[in-house]
């Protein structure tokens, strides 16, 4: 028979919080913490009497943990005063002016990458293609970039 769901937190809560501190850190470890429990608290009454509970803890932990991590980057960060308006940089509106000048499928991926923040999946799947043709697209137009407008973008972006 198995044990109580309160006893399961007693006896493994410790491991379960030391696991979600080295993963996220201190400061959000209680968070992720609470998660599995909730998490483990549905799925208990399904949870076979053979299984390794402290494992199977461990592995949605594991889980909640990259939620954690996933959040944070959707987060915006604090900053101590927002400007009037977006600045740009005089380089970084010329760049963009010079992005309008590739060819379509160039500046498509170019955009869609970089102003837009999207996957390559994802914008393979806006503009119909394959995630590898998006990505030479990509690829492709940076190339461009650099050759025709040296100066215009820095090596080493983000492709």
């Known amino acids: ?13 410790g491991t379960v919080l030391r696991v979600c501190r080295a993963l996220v850190g201190v400061h959000d470890a209680d968070d992720a913490w609470s998660e599995t429990f909730l998490a483990a608290l549905r799925a208990y009454p399904d949870l076979p009497e053979t299984a390794n509970v402290e ?3 461990v592995t949605i932990a594991r889980r909640k943990a990259i939620d954690v991590h996933r959040a944070a980057r959707r987060n915006p960060l604090p900053v101590p005063e927002l400007p009037e308006a ?3 940089e005089a ?3 010329e760049v963009w002016a010079l992005v309008g000048d590739l060819p379509e499928k160039q500046r498509q991926a170019i955009t869609f990458r970089y102003l837009a923040g999207m996957s390559y999946a994802e914008i ?3 503009l119909g293609g394959t995630v590898e043709a998006t990505r030479r697209a990509s690829a492709d137009g940076l190339k461009n970039l650099r050759k025709n407008y040296p100066g215009a ?4 972006a983000r492709s």
């Open 91 to 93: 380089d970084g509106a």
């Open 55 to 57: 494992a199977w803890l």
């Open 124 to 126: 393979a799947a806006v």
């Open 1 to 13: 028979m198995k044990q109580p769901f309160e006893a399961v937190v007693v006896q493994h809560g």
């Open 153 to 156: 973008i820095a090596k080493g």
């Open 86 to 88: 977006p600045a740009l």
